[in-house]
């Protein structure tokens, strides 16, 4: 009888070992894995910072086309005003009557 009761608290102190031990094990792998979400959370804002810029480059290059592009519309617009209002109104004033075509 006394055997078993030695054999009690013996099991008692492995099962609390164990359990410590999982609870740290657990500990550790929350800590990796904190540590490596960080780690990939800042290499992802290094790689959008690195490839934003290049948007963004090319962003204003195209900006800068697309307004050179518009003053040289508005410009020849400008130049070409008169003859094309000329050319509406004797368009809209200056009626050709033409009989159909028989079919």
Do not use: W
């Not at 099991?11 to 929350?30: I, L």
């Not at 086309?65 to 000329?86: L, P, Y």
């Amino acid at each position: 009888m006394t055997h078993r009761l030695s054999a009690r608290p013996l099991r008692s102190c492995k099962s609390v070992v164990r359990t410590k031990r999982v609870k740290e094990a657990r500990d550790d792998a929350k800590k990796e894995i904190a540590d490596y979400k960080a780690a990939k959370e800042d290499e992802y804002t290094k790689f959008e910072a690195e490839h934003s810029k290049g948007n963004k480059q090319a962003e204003d290059e195209a900006n800068k086309e697309a307004d050179k592009q518009i003053k040289q519309i508005t410009e020849v617009g400008r130049s070409k005003q008169d003859a094309v209002v000329r050319e509406l109104l004797a368009a809209v004033f200056d009626v050709n009557t033409v009989a159909p075509a028989a079919a």
